[in-house]
C-alpha cells in the first residue's frame, strides 16, 4: 500500500544539471521545517554516488502521529517555498497519513511514522548511502 509512494518517483528523472550538497539552501530549509516542527529521527541519505537513486539526498524523519505528519509536511512546503521559491514536483500520502513523501525533484523529504519506518527500513534499503543524523539545532 505505502510503496506507491516510492514508485512514484520512478515516473520522473532526477535534474542532474543541479547537484545539491548538505550546505544548499533547499537542504538546509527541509531539515529547520523539520526541526521546528519537532521531527525525530532526523536521518539524511547521500545518494549522489548511487546510479540507480531517484534523487541527490533523501530525508527522512519521524512524527509521533497524524497531526504531527501533516504539520511537518505542511511547514516544509512552506519554507522552502519561502526561502527557495521551489514549490514540490509532486507529494504522496497526504491520505494515507502514515507516510508523506514530499519529491523536489533532488531531494525527497519522507515523514513516517514509527510503525511504516521502522517496516519500510528506508536507511537499510539504502544503505549504500552515507547517512548523517541531523540533531536538533
Not at 545539491?20 to 533547499?26: F, G
Not at 521545517?33 to 541527490?56: T, W, Y
Amino acid at each position: 500500500m505505502h510503496l506507491n509512494n516510492l514508485e512514484a518517483l520512478n515516473t520522473r528523472k532526477k535534474n542532474s544539471i543541479v547537484r545539491l550538497t548538505r550546505n544548499s539552501k533547499i537542504f538546509k530549509a527541509i531539515i529547520h521545517a523539520i526541526q521546528e516542527k519537532k521531527g525525530e529521527n532526523i536521518v539524511s541519505l547521500d545518494l549522489r554516488k548511487i546510479p540507480e537513486a531517484v534523487a541527490d539526498f533523501f530525508i527522512i524523519c519521524q512524527a509521533s502521529n497524524n497531526t504531527q505528519l501533516r504539520a511537518i509536511a505542511d511547514f516544509v512546503e512552506t519554507e522552502v517555498k519561502g526561502k527557495c521559491l521551489e514549490i514540490a514536483y509532486k507529494h504522496e500520502g497526504r491520505q494515507g497519513q502514515q507516510w508523506i513523501l514530499i519529491d523536489y525533484v533532488n531531494v525527497v523529504v519522507h515523514i513516517m511514522l514509527p510503525e511504516p519506518r521502522k517496516f519500510y527500513q528506508l536507511e537499510e534499503m539504502w544503505s549504500d548511502a552515507p547517512q548523517m543524523e541531523h540533531r536538533d539545532h
